[in-house]
């Protein structure tokens, strides 16, 4: 097995593992990436834009080590090492310090009709179109909550697809208040100016949820529920997503504390792990400015430079205020924990029904009697539909943390031999 050692390791190149590389420039930093590129999904296929432009252009002349197409699946025997599989190989990477940057993923809620083809998630059905699928002249539903969906329907717009209706869960009430104080933030209302002009033939729904698709090999059309009332749209495409969810099984596989679903850090980004830091989307759910701003603050301090971070945590207090502002604005209704019938799949890996899952009381038990969350996705995708459902929590991860090679399960399997017997420590 391949082995390399860096002062400071960073999983993850989105916009906070950006930042942190960047801060930490002259040191040895080595960058880990599941993508084949940096940016994240957030700056994925628009990089010749700014600011991702101006942001990947830093971040190559830092002189980070980047190592793309790859993912940690676990730790190794000796203290302060990862287990990463990459395209052909496994390998080991010790580091000094590490920065957790992992961001985060769609959240999605069951509904009748979840699985049919062509039921996408909006950030997902907007990476698909950057990478060339073409929705041109395709009838689109965009449903959920939270700016993203303004944002997908605009890229969906501009590669000529039609956007026949944009479901916000979100009250006109909610948003309102929350327009309201956007004048903090002039970008911000910029942005949204530019959307609505984007946007301004697309009828754009606050207080509509999708109540369930329908179609046989496809999605065909998709009941609409607002204000009492019930539709059908007609959809080539029904994408949905109530916001985002934090990747946190990498801080939890390291100890880290993990408090009402987001990793525990001091005003330095460090965690309750002594040399292990924390950016971006796993400290809570705020948006790239606020991940930029973390992402700075982590790379300088684990590089020894928490003298300069000053104007990074002005500019992190700032976006915090913004991120509470978005998260209030655009929380879940309690109608949403009842889309999902008996017969609606909750875990799509191991085929477990609503019905199925109502005998049980607990996310454990439920593991145990049906299999839930223990598929290929590891409930990356049922896991955090259950806690909005049932108030399920994870409290442990095991490794590996993705499905993983034969001979990368070796190694894992081998490391933790080692680690048990002592042999290492």
């Known amino acids: 097995m391949n082995s390399l050692e860096a002062g400071i390791v960073i999983i993850g190149a989105g916009p906070a593992g950006m930042a942190a590389a960047c801060a930490a420039s002259g040191q040895r930093v080595i960058v880990i990436d599941d993508n084949h590129a940096a940016g994240g999904q957030i700056w994925r296929g628009g990089h010749g834009k700014s600011p991702a432009h101006r942001w990947l252009r830093r971040f190559h002349e830092a002189g980070a080590k980047l ?25 080991t990477i010790t580091y000094r310090r590490l920065i957790v940057a992992t961001g985060a993923r769609e959240f999605f809620l069951p509904f009748p009709g979840w ?18 699928v073409p929705v041109e002249g395709k009838r689109i539903v965009i449903a959920g909550s939270g700016p993203l969906l303004l944002a997908a329907a605009a890229i969906l717009r501009g590669r000529g697809a039609h956007v026949s209706l944009i479901a916000e869960q979100a009250s006109f009430k ?24 984007q946007l301004l033939a697309v009828p754009y729904k606050t207080g509509a949820w999708v109540e369930a698709a329908h179609g046989n090999r496809s999605v065909a059309s998709a009941s609409i ?24 099984e990498i801080p939890m596989l390291l100890g880290c504390e993990v408090h009402d679903g987001r990793v525990v850090v001091d005003t330095l980004q460090e965690t309750t792990v002594p040399d292990v830091y924390c950016a ?3 400290t809570g759910i705020g948006g790239v400015e606020l991940s930029l701003a973390e992402g700075e603050i982590a790379g300088a301090c684990a590089a020894g430079r ?17 991120a509470s502002a978005l998260n209030q604005a655009f929380a879940l209704r309690p109608e949403l924990q009842s889309l999902a019938k008996p017969d609606t799949l909750i875990c799509r890996c191991e085929d477990v029904t609503a019905g199925r899952l109502a005998a049980y009381q607990s996310w454990r038990s ?16 049922c896991g955090p539909a259950l806690e909005f459902l049932r108030g399920w ?33």
């Open 67 to 91: 190592i793309s197409a790859s993912r940690v699946i676990g730790l190794g025997a000796s203290p302060n090492t990862l287990l990463v599989e990459q395209a052909d190989c496994s390998v």
């Open 115 to 132: 699985t049919l083809p062509n039921v996408v998630g909006v950030g997902g059905l907007q990476a698909l179109v950057k990478s060339g």
């Open 174 to 197: 909610a948003i309102a208040r929350f327009a309201a104080r956007l004048g903090l933030f002039p970008g911000k209302v910029r942005e949204g100016l530019r959307l609505a002009c």
């Open 225 to 248: 529920v607002s204000g009492g009332k019930r539709w059908l749209e007609t959809c080539d495409y029904l994408a949905v997503a109530y916001g985002l969810t934090p990747n946190l």
């Open 280 to 282: 971006g989307e796993p």
């Open 306 to 322: 928490a003298d300069a971070v000053a104007g990074a945590m002005a500019r992190r207090d700032r976006w915090r205020s913004f």
């Open 366 to 381: 439920a593991k145990l009697h049906t299999r839930c969350g223990m598929g290929p996705c590891q409930a990356r995708i």
């Open 393 to 425: 929590r994870a409290d442990s991860v095991r490794p590996p943390l993705f499905p993983a090679r034969v001979d990368s399960l070796a190694h894992l399997h081998h490391e933790s031999n080692q680690s048990q017997n002592g042999v290492l420590a």
